[in-house]
């Protein structure tokens, strides 16, 4: 639509201004400090660090159905810049110029309803946000559109040139750091540090197609997270984990969707998120708590956070009595969960801190945990599949999740469940491949059920001329060739003429 064709009085706000006075703020110590920097720990105590706008008020200086009607005409206003995560510019990163933001395709993903069969499997009524559906093909891009929009800022304005921008992964972060760093060209330069074996096949070609320098490290995704904690303490690198506090706020963007897709009205839903290292559940509350906060949404929806019994670190401490706490990473095991596979999450105290203020607006009921385990992870994920969604493990994993949730009442068929598929199916394929053909490695503790494996069936055609990819059969025996070919998928398909 032109911008003619608009409202006259949505016009001038349609192209957001650099607004808003962002800065860091320590979780640990409460320091303040100048965003002219790229910092991932408060350099006073080491605490981790979020962005406050200490301008947030001005957004409160128009009514919540302002911003609602604008940032949904922002949807079909056509401007590169004010797509994806920066359709909300004022709540995400209001400081940076239109100039600077990159935009490739991420975020809008669609939310979509259970089919039928499923949600009666289930017992009730559910969706999926499809966060797979972003250009590497998981929630990550959210954030690094916003971490690389910042590092793209300070480029220009710094005249920096060859960045190194790190990161640890258990895949998906690798290929979001990669991909956007690589729509930077030469400025910006990405080394990803995997653990070598717990990364999909394809999840580890993503950074190498971006062009990466792509390590793979013994140990597990806590270990290489230390290695570049490591890296980013000592040397001149741009850490691009969830640390990075700028992509926390591209994460929000989750949130801020939900709310638009489901009218802004969320108090009879429940987000259901998987966890790993706590970037994810941390930026939703962030962002739930912001919209709130400029009253665009009236009521929170309840959040339920899950996490497979074998990286459990954040079910284990919130099962504890609220008073008695205590915090412990967890040593983990095998999951086909595996993007969250994580022991010792790096955002856990941000995660803590906000839960406690969310718990504290939306009544204590409002933040809860989960456990699931493997065999339900991978059996929800083929459920969903078979049933017309395609989701990834994690996904299988809020499935299960909600499953549970739904068993032991800590949700009701009357609330309305919001699944995260964090990443696309096929990151994963080769866990559901494993699992039909029986060779998911006993590590797992999976067992596959024959009744839910699939394989590919050959048809025996012992004794006739069948045609070959360099040798095409002649028309006589191309037609004996289809009519056996058709009587044997008929009968093996129980067809009648
Ligand atoms: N789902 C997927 C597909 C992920 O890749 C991750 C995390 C999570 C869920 C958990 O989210 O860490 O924000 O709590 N993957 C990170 C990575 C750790 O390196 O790709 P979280």
Not at 9 to 34: N, Q, T, V
Not at 172 to 183: E, G, I, N, R
Not at 239 to 264: C, H, M, T
Not at 356 to 380: C, H, L, R, T
């Amino acid at each position: 639509m032109l911008l003619e064709d608009f409202p006259e009085d949505i016009r001038p706000y349609l192209e957001p201004k650099p607004s808003g006075h962002p800065i860091y703020e320590c979780l640990a110590c409460g320091a303040r400090l100048a965003i002219d920097q790229l910092y991932y720990t408060c350099p006073t105590c080491g605490g981790l660090l979020m962005i406050e706008d200490l301008d947030f008020p001005r957004l409160r200086s128009q009514p919540g159905s302002f911003w609602r009607r604008l940032f949904d005409y922002r949807l079909i206003y056509n401007r590169q810049a004010t797509r994806g995560v920066f359709t909300f510019h004022e709540f995400i990163a209001p400081n940076l110029p239109l100039n600077d933001l990159i935009y490739l395709g991420e975020a809008h993903t669609p939310v979509v309803a259970a089919p039928n069969e499923l949600a009666k499997e289930i017992g009730t009524l559910f969706y999926f946000k499809m966060d797979g559906q972003n250009p590497s093909a998981s929630f990550k891009d959210r954030g690094m559109a916003v971490a690389l929009s910042y590092l793209k800022n300070q480029v220009r304005v710094k005249n920096l040139s060859s960045v190194i921008a790190v990161c640890a992964s258990t895949g998906d972060t690798s290929a979001a750091a990669a991909l956007y760093a690589a729509s930077l060209g030469d400025s910006v330069k990405s080394a990803v540090l995997l653990p070598k074996g717990r990364v999909t096949p394809q999840q580890l070609s993503q950074p190498l197609g971006a062009g990466a320098t792509v390590f793979e490290l013994p140990g597990v995704f806590d270990d290489c997270m230390k290695v570049v904690e490591r890296l980013s303490e000592t040397y001149n690198v741009a850490l691009l984990n969830s640390k990075n506090p700028w992509r926390v706020l591209g994460q929000e963007s989750y949130a801020y969707e939900i709310a638009q897709q489901f009218d802004y009205l969320l108090g009879d839903i429940v987000l259901i998120v998987p966890v790993g290292n706590a970037g994810n559940i941390t930026a939703i509350l962030s962002g739930l708590l912001k919209f709130h906060r400029a009253g665009l949404i009236d009521r929170l929806p309840r959040i339920l956070a899950v996490q497979s019994e074998r990286a459990n670190p954040v079910v284990l401490y919130y099962e504890q009595p609220s008073n008695l706490r205590a915090y412990s990473p967890v040593k983990v095991r095998p999951s086909v969960a595996q993007a969250a596979m994580i022991g010792d999450p790096v955002s856990f105290p941000r995660l803590s801190k906000l839960a406690a203020d969310y718990e504290k607006v939306a009544g204590e009921s409002s933040f809860g945990v989960v456990e699931v385990n493997e065999q339900s992870i991978m059996e929800s994920m083929l459920l969903a599949n078979r049933r017309g969604l395609t989701i990834c493990t994690q996904g299988g994993e809020c499935l299960a999740g909600l499953r549970a949730a739904l068993a032991k009442g800590l949700m009701t068929p009357l609330e309305t469940a919001v699944l995260d598929s964090t990443a696309h199916a096929l990151k994963f394929v080769d866990f559901q491949n494993a699992y039909f053909s029986g060779s998911l490695a006993k590590e797992y503790g999976v067992i596959t059920k024959p009744e839910i494996a699939n394989h590919p069936r050959e048809l025996n055609f012992d004794g006739l001329e069948v045609p070959k990819v360099d040798r095409p059969l002649e028309p006589g025996p191309r037609e004996t060739f289809v009519r056996i070919a058709a009587d044997k998928i008929a009968s093996a398909l129980g067809l009648t003429t």
